[in-house]
Nanobody, 118 residues
């Protein structure tokens, strides 16, 4: 499974960005799609995820500002980020958990930089 992420960039505080991540390759079904981020000098942390058949979940730091959505027909996950803050600066990674012939497996995108600065 390959993940292609896009949509990062430089934005001023209060601005918006939308990330997207498309999954391709051989898999049976996707169990969950989500986003993690790694701020400079910090550990990678979960931002949001959308588990199939379950409501989306968000970290406390982004709830109310970020919205995760999925287009299942395109195997694509989006992250709409509004009211961005400097603390949102990080490399954002998409994450997909999918069933392959070997069972449930986890895949990561290549990361896209989001910088919030005036």
């Amino acid at each position: 499974v390959q993940l292609q992420a896009s949509g990062g960039g430089l934005v001023q505080p209060g601005g918006s960005l939308r990330l997207s991540c498309a999954a391709s390759g051989t898999f049976r079904t996707i169990a969950a799609m989500g986003w993690f981020r790694q701020p400079p000098g910090q550990q990678r942390e979960r931002v949001a995820d959308a588990v199939t058949g379950i409501s989306a979940r968000y970290s406390d730091s982004v709830r109310g500002r970020f919205t995760i959505s999925r287009d299942n027909a395109k195997n694509t996950v989006y992250l709409q980020m509004n009211n961005l803050k400097p603390d949102d600066t990080a490399v954002y990674y998409c994450n997909v958990k999918a069933f392959t012939i070997e069972g449930l497996d986890e895949f990561w995108g290549q990361g896209t930089q989001v910088t919030v600065s005036s």
